[in-house]
């Protein structure tokens, strides 16, 4: 949960990072630098909320009669699994920024 959370938050070198860094770059080079500032305060702002998630998952104790959720060897593997991607394509994104190219220019 943790891995996605701050890929949510755009850390490197998760995905959500690649995804933000591309994102602003075509911001930047469309000359909508006040959308950039804007993107990057709300991110810095998101960061924050999604480490208090995080804390409190992780660093708190639960409280007292709460249940804790068992886990199988299907749910653990997809998420594993899931935790790789968003790892190796954020320190690779692209093969799926030529997927989209390639999509984006299909149509036209």
Do not use: D
């Not at 593997?77 to 999509?103: D, M, N, Q, S, Y």
């Amino acid at each position: 949960m943790a891995v996605f959370l701050l890929s949510l938050a755009g850390v490197p070198p998760m995905a959500g990072f690649a995804g933000k860094l591309f994102l602003f770059r075509a911001a930047m080079q469309a000359n909508l630098v006040g959308l950039v500032v804007v993107g990057v305060l709300t991110s810095v702002v998101g960061l924050y909320y999604y480490l208090r998630v995080i804390v409190r998952m992780y660093v708190r104790p639960s409280p007292e009669g709460a249940q804790i959720a068992t886990r199988t060897v299907a749910t653990g593997a997809g998420l594993a699994i899931a935790a790789a991607a968003t790892i190796v394509f954020g320190i690779g994104p692209w093969p799926l920024t030529e997927l989209a190219r390639v999509a984006a220019t299909v149509g036209r």
